[in-house]
């Protein structure tokens, strides 16, 4: 641990990630944050005798990040790359078995299905959704959590959730036949669970969609027509960009809890990291074929700044890049440890790394059409060259207060209130939907 520890330090996520795998599994579950604070302090000890300008803060931040190290990878959560920014937590990490009832015919199904339906159906759904549970629960509603129907993205979901004490629900072959519940929610209305909105409104009960991140709201780029948020009768918000562009349904003002809470977190120390951190989510053929010379023109500027570099791959693209700069970390560590700097096309990691108080450079050659970046009001650069790049690149270095830069832009996206959190008030607005459709009956 303590040779992690000046890895981290030194900035070697490569070491950083081979001596935490060394550590047992047995011994990373039952690690005690108290005790790791400890071994980083005594392993940082000369470090910072040598180097004070690292700041007081350096012992506290690096077993912040090595904690989270041996939360994720120890608990065997999801391995996705491009997962985002994580919750923090003040509960002790659970590990175990999630109970997965599997027969939607069976008696068990039937009488312990029912009330208020969330349905994650990516592992950083779970870390949206929770949270929300835990607040309606705690106001005494009912909850189970209905996993999606596709193989591999189940099983991540089943996997994230061994930290949460849950009964699961398996997807029905005819959801139609779902029992009784008060109302559904669900991050998308389109797909799968498009069937569950069309439901909920047959059975006169709330349909509810939370926007799951930026979106292409009039799929200028995505090549199809998904007609997001049209389905669901109610959708959640994260900000007021949503509440602008969301047509057809009845809004609702909830923000973000990741974002948030990555918001409210102290801010990412740039004084020591130099990675540029690329992410690359040419997936779901969605501008795929912009893949490859988008990433010729990103290595090369990356190249021309003498800075290292790490590639994060959404788990959907498919794109070839040499293994030397792919990241074998996911995206939330990268920005909890390592990226000075993060250059991305149309994402929500934009937000997150914002989020983190790390510079971000939107890079569209290709020529990208929706039009949440290109406007940024001097939030962050807009690049549309690989020399245009190569300069943002460099300017981005000078930066350090990037919060003040981009508060703005961000609230706009992502709203945070003072006065409840973000999961506080999804949980009202759900509340109150239920209570308005029960009163109309």
């Not at 071994?39 to 077993?63: E, F, I, K, N, Y």
């Not at 050659?365 to 460099?394: I, K, Q, Y």
Request: proline share 7%; hydrophobic share 45%.
């Amino acid at each position: 641990m303590a040779g992690a520890a000046l890895a981290h330090v030194a900035g070697d996520a490569d070491a950083l990630a081979t001596l935490l795998r060394r550590v047992p599994t047995d011994i990373a579950r039952a690690a005690d944050h108290d005790e790791l604070l400890d071994t980083v302090r005594s392993a940082l000890g000369r470090v910072l005798v040598a180097r004070p300008s690292l700041g007081p803060h350096l012992v506290d931040d690096t077993a912040a990040v090595l904690w989270r190290h041996l939360r994720h990878d120890h608990a065997d959560v999801s391995d996705e790359t491009h997962a985002p920014f994580p919750v923090q937590q003040d509960r002790a990490v659970r590990v175990c078995e999630p109970e997965v009832i599997t027969n939607p015919n069976s008696a068990e199904y039937r009488e312990l299905f029912g009330g208020i339906v969330f349905v994650p159906e990516a592992p950083y759904h779970v870390g949206e959704f929770l949270p929300v549970v835990e607040e309606l629960e705690r106001a005494g509603r009912r909850v189970s959590i209905l996993l999606g129907p596709a193989p591999p993205m189940r099983e991540l979901v089943v996997r994230e959730l061994r930290r949460y004490d849950r009964r699961l629900f398996d997807w029905p072959e005819h959801p139609v036949e779902l029992p009784e519940f008060d109302a559904m929610v669900v991050m998308n209305d389109w797909g799968p669970t498009k069937e569950l909105m069309e439901i909920s409104q047959a059975r006169g009960v709330p349909g509810i969609a939370k926007v799951e991140g930026v979106q292409d709201f009039d799929d200028v780029d995505t090549g199809r027509l998904r007609r997001p948020y049209h389905v669901a009768a109610h959708v959640l918000c994260q900000g007021q960009n949503d509440l602008r562009l969301v047509k057809n349904a009845s809004t609702h003002l909830v923000g973000s809890v990741r974002l948030e809470a990555a918001w409210l977190a102290p801010p990412a120390n740039l004084s020591r990291r130099d990675t540029i951190v690329v992410n690359s989510n040419f997936s779901f053929n969605v501008l795929t074929e912009a893949r490859e010379p988008w990433a010729r023109s990103v290595m090369e500027a990356c190249g021309q700044t003498g800075l290292p570099y790490l590639v994060s791959l959404h788990r959907a693209d498919n794109g070839v890049y040499p293994e030397a700069v792919r990241a074998a970390e996911p995206l939330r560590y990268l920005f909890a440890s390592t990226a000075r700097i993060f250059v991305s096309r149309f994402s929500t990691a934009l937000f997150e790394a914002m989020a983190a108080g790390i510079p971000v450079v939107y890079h569209n050659p290709h020529g990208e059409l929706v039009p949440t970046f290109s406007r940024p009001e001097g939030a962050f650069p807009v690049t549309t060259s690989t020399r245009g790049l190569t300069s943002a690149l460099r300017a981005a270095l000078d930066l350090d207060a990037v919060r003040d830069q981009t508060e703005a832009f961000f609230r706009a996206q992502v709203d945070i209130d003072p006065r409840a959190s973000a999961a506080a008030r999804h949980a009202e607005a759900i509340m109150r939907l239920i209570e308005h459709h029960t009163a109309r009956r």
